[in-house]
């Protein structure tokens, strides 16, 4: 049967997309409001879709853009996932568990869906999340960090001599001016937090997942340990919705 679904993960920085049809992902992209290329390619996606499942970290107002937006090209309703108590075999630590973000709930979904072991997900966005699965599908807890952009920006909004003209790359060696200083201790910063957050974990050692824009970038820094699944939000989605009978 025909039936392509359009997935979004729209993030703090910007919207992710797959179409998928039949298990086929047949086109991918990013899409952020101020740019009108990234819009005209989410909005020209052929086949047309008839269904549109969102994972939104964002803001009511940006959501009902978003559904206006696609309402009006397509005439689809989307379908919001909202973090659940239990979905799956997961179970939500929060007491209130619809305040986590959606998007660390399907990730840590789809990384059940590759793996029936404790596992740890590390989502590399606008946030650096770091989130502890146990062996029986409980969330063992997790951390909220800056990501590499935020921590950046924090330094330069409120110093008045951190201020560089280069672009070096993340790298964990001690730097030697003030663009590397401020790169490289980012670098260890983000790397920094993973391993004290496994060393904290303990035994046994959890699978590592990593996801999100800068996620393989992190893996990289950690010396490549675990895997790099960049569609784990997406996988997440899909076994919500069908569980929810959404498919
Ligand atoms: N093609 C790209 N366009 C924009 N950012 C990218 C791209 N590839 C990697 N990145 C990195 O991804 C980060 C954002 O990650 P992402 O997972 O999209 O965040 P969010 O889910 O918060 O929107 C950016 O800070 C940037 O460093
Ligand atoms: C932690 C996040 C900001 C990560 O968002 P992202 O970096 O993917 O844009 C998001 O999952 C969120 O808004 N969470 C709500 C608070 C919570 O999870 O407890
Ligand atoms: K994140």
Redesign the pocket.
């Known amino acids: 049967m025909n039936c392509p679904c359009l997935q979004i ?1 729209l ?4 919207a ?1 997309w797959r179409l998928v049809d039949d298990g086929q992902v047949l086109a991918r992209g ?1 899409y952020g409001r101020d740019d009108p290329a990234s819009r005209e390619a989410l909005l020209g996606v052929a086949p047309v879709p008839v269904a549109i499942w969102v994972s939104s970290v964002a803001d009511a107002e940006h959501e009902s853009q978003l559904v206006t937006m696609l309402g009006e090209r397509w005439g689809v309703e989307p379908w919001f996932a909202r973090t659940p108590a239990h979905c799956a075999g997961l179970s939500n630590s929060y007491a209130e568990p619809q305040r986590m973000g959606v ?1 660390r709930w399907l990730a840590m979904l789809g990384a059940r869906a590759r793996c029936a072991d404790r596992l740890c997900v590390v989502d ?4 650096l999340t770091i989130d502890l699965v146990d062996a029986g599908g409980r969330h063992e807890g997790g951390y909220i960090i800056p ?3 935020l921590m950046e920006r924090a330094l330069l909004l409120d110093t008045g001599r951190v201020r560089f003209e280069q672009d070096p790359q993340y790298d964990l060696a001690p730097g030697t001016s003030t663009a590397q200083a401020v790169r490289h201790g980012i670098a260890l910063a983000q790397a920094g937090a993973v391993q004290q957050a496994l060393a904290q974990a303990g035994e046994p050692a959890p699978a590592l997942f990593f996801c ?3 996620g393989a970038l992190l893996r990289d820094l950690l010396g490549e340990p675990g895997e790099f699944a960049a569609d784990l939000v997406f996988e997440g989605l899909q076994v919500m919705a069908a569980e929810q009978g959404t498919q």
């Open positions: 993960d993030g703090n920085s910007s992710k990013r998007d590399a966005g606008s946030a990501g590499a952009r999100g824009g800068d």
